[in-house]
C-alpha cells in the first residue's frame, strides 16, 4: 500500500481545517489535508449568503468567499492536499506514529503516516428521528443544511409550501432562501421560548419577509403518504401540550433546523473521550483530546455560531500541535466546569499559567448577566455581559494575572457560572 | 403476456415462491404494485429468524412453516449471500408467573422439534446476555434463532428467480380479473394486461382484496400496526441475542433486536387499525415502547434513536396463516395472513406453495440448467484497508465513500441502480446508503447525482419510493 508521512494530518477541509492547517506549517511542520469532496470549503460552499468574516477580515464576505481566502493562502503554501479522500480508519493511535488509512477515487487507497492528527471534521444536522417526529412517513421532509445544498449547489428546489421546524441559523437562512426561489414559506416553529438562531437573521430572515415564528410551538402530527400534505401544530403552555389550541399547516415540505451535533464518529472508534453536553471530544488547553498527538476544533468540537470564531479556534489547535511535535509537554491542566445556567466551556482543561481564551453557551437569557469564575468554589473573577443568550456563543479570556496567588491542588476545580 | 403463473405480490412470500417456482420449466410472473420489490410489509420487518417455540405446530400451520423454514436459511445464505446471522434468542421473565409461560414455552418448543432450546435460570440467562437487567429471574434460550436483513433477503431472492427467468413486472397494482378457457386475465390499474393459468395470492396486507377480485373467497386481513425505533450501532446497549419478553396475547411484546449490520431495533407494537397504508408513528407509542425495553436491558436510551418506522402484519382472524387452493376459482392459490413468523417461515411457503399447484394441476419439471447461486458483491465496509486497496485499484468508484455514516461507495450505489433500484429508498434498502445516524442528510444529493447520471432520470423523476413520493419539485 502507498505510504505518505507527515508531522501533522488535518482531517477535513471546511474553515476549521483550513485554518488549522496553516498554522502548523506556519511553525514549519509538514502538513497533508484530507477532504472528502472535490473542493476545499466545506459546508462554507453551500452558505452563499454574507455575513462572514467580520472578525478575520473585517469585512463582510458570502461563505465561498470566506472559504476562498483559506484556499488560497493553502494553495501557496507547502501543505499536500488530499481532495476527495475520506479517512476510513486510524490504527495504532496511541503509538508516537499513527497510521491513518484513506479511501479515494482520486488516489485510491493509501495509508498516512503522522505524529498528530487534528480532526476538523465539523458536525452533522439532527434529524427526524433524533427529535423523534410523529406521524407518516412521506417525502418532503429535508434537513434544511440538504435544502440549502440541493438549492444552491445544485439548483434544485424541495418544495413550494414549506414550514420550517426549529430556529436555527441554517433554517433561518434558508426560509429567507426558499422566499426568494419563490416558494411561500408559512411558518417557522420553535419548541423553545426564545429564537434558537441569531437575532440578526430573525430580522433579516423572517420578519422581513413577513414569515411568522411561532416559539413555544411543536409539530404534533406529520399527514400525507406519498409526499407531505399538512401538518399539525400544538402551542406548549408551561412546557406541556395545549391540545385545545392546536391548529394545522397545509405544506409540501417539512425543513428541518433542530440543531448541529459534533460529527464524533472517528473520535469515537478512536477512544477518544467526550464531553456530554457539547457531544464532542474533551480537550485541554492545547485543544488536544484525551488521547496523546489528537486536537480537535471548529465544529467537530462544539458547534459554533461564527465561522470567524472558527478559525480562531482551529489556530490553535494547529500551533499546538506543532508544539507537541516539537516535544513541548502541556503541564497543569486543571478541569473547567459549567456552573449554574452554562451549557458547557471549551476547553475542558485550562492551564493557569498562560492565558486561557475560553467560549461558553449560557442556558438562559439575560440583561447585564454577571459571569462569575471560581476556583474550588472561591470567586476568582467577575464580570458583566450586557446581553446573554442560548444562541449566542461568549468567548471571554481567563488570564494568567487573574489567577496570581491561587494554591491549585491536583484535583482542583475551575468553574464557571452565570450569577442568578 | 401469457404465463404459466402470475405471482402477485413481491414480498418474501411472493419472492421464496418465484425463485422456487423458477427451478422448473414453467413461464412465470412476478408483479407488485409498488416501484420496487420487498416495499410492504416485509421492509418494515423486525428481521427475526424464529426459534420455533411461539406456537403450537400440532394446531398451526405457521409453527409448522417456521421450523422447516428456519433450517432452510444457511443454504439459501451460501447461495445468495444475504447478512443472516444464527445469533440466538433470549425469551426473558421477571416476574414467577412468566417462568411458568416460559416453561410451556420450553415445551412447545420440544414438542415442536425446535433445536437446542433450554431453560436457564438467572447465573446463566446473566452470562448468555450480560447487558440485560439483573432483575431478570430466567430465560428460554433458542440458539437456532437469528436475525437478517429482510429486505436483502427478498431482493437477493427476486434477483435469483429474475436470474432464472422470472419476469419482475413493478408498478402492476391489479385492478380486474377475469377467468376463460384460456387462463385468467389479469389487469393492472394503468391498463396493462397478462394471461396467466395458475396465480398465486400473495399480495400482504392486500390479500382480502385481490380474492375479491378473482370472486374468490371472502376473508378479511386486518392490519395490525408496530412501530420499530432503530438504534445507533454507538449504543452501548446493543445484545447479542434476539431479546424477547414473555408474550402477551395479540403479540409476541416489545423486543430488542440487533441487526446484522450492528444496530438495533426496538419495537414492535401491536394495533388493529383499519387503513392499509396507515405507517404513521406516535409519541405515545415510543414512550410505551422504551419504557419496557428498559425494564430488559437498562442501557437502552431514546437518545441514540435513529430514526422511528411502521409496519402492518398481514392478520387473519384466528391468527394463522391461510395457504391454500382457492375452492371457488380453481387455479387460484391464497397464501394469507403471512403475519410473523412469515419470514422465517417464507422458504418453507414456498415448497407448500408449490405441492398446491402440483395439486391444482400444475405439471413442474425440473431444469437442468437452474442456477442457485447469486455473484457476491464486494462492500467496501466488509474490507480491510488492503482488500479496499484492491478492489479501489480495479474500480475507483469503490474508493468515493458516499455515505459517511454507513461507508457505502459509489460503486455499490451504481450496482444497486443497475440491480433496477432506482428509487431513494431502494438504493437504500440495497446498500444502506441514508440508513444510518444522519438519515440521508449528507449523501442523498450526491444519490441523486448519480442516479441521474447513471440512468438518464430528470431531477423530478426522483422518488423516495416510486408513486407521488417526489423529492425536489422545480429547478432555479
Redesign the interface.
Known amino acids: 500500500m502507498k505510504e505518505h508521512t507527515f508531522d501533522i494530518t488535518v482531517i477535513g477541509g471546511g474553515a476549521a481545517g483550513m485554518a488549522a492547517a496553516l498554522a502548523a506549517e506556519k511553525e514549519g511542520c509538514s502538513v497533508a489535508l484530507v477532504e472528502r469532496e472535490e473542493y476545499l470549503g466545506g459546508i462554507l460552499l453551500q452558505c452563499i449568503h454574507n455575513g462572514f468574516g467580520l472578525h478575520e477580515f473585517k469585512e463582510e464576505l458570502t461563505g465561498p468567499e470566506y472559504a476562498q481566502r483559506f484556499a488560497d493562502q493553502l494553495a501557496s503554501k507547502n501543505i499536500t492536499v488530499f481532495t476527495q479522500t475520506t479517512l476510513s480508519e486510524i490504527s495504532d493511535e496511541r503509538e508516537s506514529i499513527k497510521s491513518l488509512f484513506c479511501y479515494s477515487s482520486r488516489y485510491g487507497v493509501f495509508c498516512i503516516r503522522t505524529k498528530a492528527v487534528i480532526l476538523a471534521v465539523g458536525s452533522r444536522e439532527r434529524n427526524r428521528g433524533n427529535i423523534a417526529l410523529p406521524g407518516t412517513r412521506p417525502s418532503g421532509i429535508y434537513t434544511a443544511g440538504l435544502a440549502q445544498q440541493l438549492v444552491n449547489i445544485d439548483g434544485y428546489l424541495v418544495g413550494r409550501n414549506i414550514v420550517i421546524v426549529g430556529s436555527g441559523d441554517i433554517g433561518l437562512i434558508m426560509a429567507r432562501r426558499m422566499s426568494w426561489a419563490g416558494a411561500k414559506v408559512h411558518a417557522v416553529l420553535e419548541i423553545q421560548e426564545y429564537p434558537s438562531g441569531l437575532t440578526r437573521n430573525i430580522v433579516q430572515c423572517l420578519n422581513d419577509f413577513s414569515i411568522p415564528l411561532y416559539l413555544s410551538h411543536i409539530v404534533s402530527n406529520i399527514y400525507g403518504k406519498d409526499r407531505i400534505e399538512r401538518i399539525d401544530v400544538t402551542p406548549l403552555k408551561e412546557g406541556h401540550a395545549d391540545n385545545a389550541a392546536a391548529f394545522s399547516i397545509d405544506c409540501d415540505t417539512l425543513l428541518l433546523s433542530v440543531g448541529l451535533v459534533p460529527e464524533n464518529e472517528l473520535a469515537k472508534k478512536t477512544g477518544i473521550e467526550l464531553l456530554g453536553q457539547t457531544g464532542g471530544p474533551l480537550v485541554d488547553s492545547a485543544m488536544m483530546t484525551s488521547i496523546p498527538g489528537f486536537f480537535a476544533c471548529g465544529n467537530a468540537l462544539h458547534i459554533h455560531d461564527l465561522v470567524d470564531y472558527v478559525s480562531q479556534e482551529a489556530r490553535r489547535a494547529g500551533t499546538n500541535a506543532a508544539a507537541f511535535i516539537r516535544g513541548e509537554k502541556t503541564i497543569s491542566q486543571y478541569r473547567i466546569r459549567a456552573g449554574a445556567n452554562v451549557r458547557y466551556t471549551v476547553p475542558g482543561r485550562i492551564n493557569p499559567a498562560l492565558d486561557n481564551t475560553l467560549f461558553m453557551r449560557s442556558m438562559i437569557v439575560r440583561q447585564q448577566a454577571q459571569i462569575e469564575i471560581k476556583v474550588d468554589n472561591r470567586v476568582v473573577k467577575r464580570f458583566k455581559k450586557s446581553h446573554i443568550q442560548p444562541s449566542e456563543m461568549i468567548c471571554f479570556t481567563l488570564n494568567k494575572d487573574d489567577m496570581k496567588g491561587i494554591s491549585f491542588a491536583e484535583d482542583s476545580v475551575v468553574e464557571v457560572g452565570i450569577v442568578q | 403476456m401469457n404465463y404459466d403463473v402470475a405471482i402477485i405480490g413481491a414480498g418474501v412470500s411472493g419472492a421464496c415462491i418465484a425463485r422456487l417456482l423458477s427451478q422448473y420449466h414453467l413461464k412465470i410472473a412476478l408483479i407488485d404494485k409498488a416501484a420496487d420489490v420487498s416495499f410492504g410489509t416485509s421492509k418494515a420487518n423486525s428481521g427475526i429468524i424464529h426459534g420455533g417455540f411461539h406456537s403450537d405446530a400440532g394446531h398451526y400451520l405457521k409453527a409448522k412453516l417456521e421450523i422447516k423454514g428456519n433450517l432452510m436459511f444457511d443454504q439459501l445464505k451460501r447461495e445468495l449471500d444475504f447478512p443472516f446471522v444464527r445469533c440466538g434468542i433470549l425469551v426473558v421473565a421477571f416476574r414467577e408467573e412468566e417462568v411458568k409461560t416460559l416453561e410451556k414455552l420450553y415445551r412447545q418448543g420440544i414438542n415442536n422439534g425446535a433445536i437446542g432450546i433450554e431453560m436457564c435460570g438467572q447465573e446463566r440467562t446473566l452470562a448468555l446476555e450480560p447487558k440485560l437487567s439483573h432483575d431478570v429471574l430466567a430465560s428460554l434460550h433458542a440458539p437456532g434463532g437469528g436475525i437478517i436483513e429482510p429486505y436483502r433477503f427478498v431482493f437477493a431472492m427476486v434477483e435469483s428467480a429474475v436470474k432464472n427467468g422470472t419476469e419482475l413486472l413493478l408498478n402492476f397494482e391489479v385492478a380486474g380479473a377475469s377467468k376463460d378457457a384460456g387462463g385468467f386475465l389479469i389487469e393492472s390499474k394503468d391498463r396493462r394486461c397478462i394471461r396467466a393459468s395458475y396465480v398465486i395470492n400473495a399480495a400482504g396486507v392486500y390479500a382480502d382484496e385481490v380474492s375479491e377480485i378473482f370472486n374468490a373467497e371472502k376473508f378479511t386481513i386486518i392490519p395490525r400496526k408496530g412501530e420499530e425505533y432503530?438504534i445507533d450501532r454507538?449504543s452501548t446497549a446493543i445484545p447479542s441475542k434476539v431479546i424477547f419478553p414473555v408474550p402477551g396475547a395479540n403479540s409476541k411484546g416489545t423486543l430488542c433486536i440487533p441487526t446484522p449490520e450492528g444496530t438495533m431495533m426496538v419495537g414492535p407494537s401491536a394495533v388493529d387499525i383499519d387503513d392499509k397504508?396507515?405507517?404513521?408513528?406516535?409519541?405515545e407509542h415510543?414512550q410505551n415502547i422504551f419504557e419496557f425495553a428498559k425494564h430488559m436491558i437498562p442501557a437502552i436510551s431514546?437518545r441514540d434513536?435513529?430514526?422511528?418506522?411502521?409496519g402492518l402484519r398481514p392478520a387473519l382472524a384466528g391468527g394463522d396463516f391461510l395457504i391454500e387452493n382457492s375452492a371457488m376459482v380453481p387455479g387460484l392459490i391464497h397464501v394469507a395472513g403471512i403475519q410473523s413468523p412469515g419470514l422465517t417461515a417464507s422458504p418453507a411457503i414456498a415448497e407448500y406453495v408449490k405441492d398446491l399447484l402440483k395439486k391444482a394441476g400444475c405439471t413442474l419439471v425440473e431444469k437442468s440448467d437452474f442456477d442457485p447461486s447469486l455473484e457476491k458483491f464486494p462492500r467496501?465496509r466488509s474490507m480491510t484497508?488492503?482488500e479496499?486497496?484492491g478492489v479501489?485499484?480495479e474500480d475507483?468508484?469503490?474508493?468515493?465513500?458516499v455515505c459517511?455514516?454507513e461507508?457505502v461507495?459509489?460503486a455499490e450505489i451504481v450496482e444497486a441502480i443497475r440491480r433496477g433500484h432506482t428509487t431513494l429508498d431502494g438504493i437504500k434498502f440495497f446498500t444502506r446508503s441514508g440508513m444510518g445516524?444522519?438519515?440521508?442528510?449528507?449523501c442523498?444529493?450526491k444519490i441523486m447525482?448519480i442516479l441521474m447520471r447513471e440512468t438518464g432520470m430528470s431531477?423530478d423523476e426522483i422518488?423516495?419510493?416510486g408513486?407521488?413520493?417526489?423529492?425536489?419539485?422545480?429547478?432555479?
Open positions: 432503530l454507538f397504508e396507515e405507517l404513521s408513528t406516535s409519541s415510543l431514546e434513536i435513529i430514526t422511528s418506522f411502521a467496501i484497508p488492503y479496499a486497496e479501489t485499484a475507483p468508484a469503490f474508493g468515493n465513500i459517511r455514516c461507508h461507495s459509489e445516524r444522519c438519515q440521508g442528510g449528507f442523498s444529493g447525482r431531477f422518488t423516495k419510493r408513486g407521488g413520493s417526489r423529492i425536489l419539485t422545480g429547478s432555479l
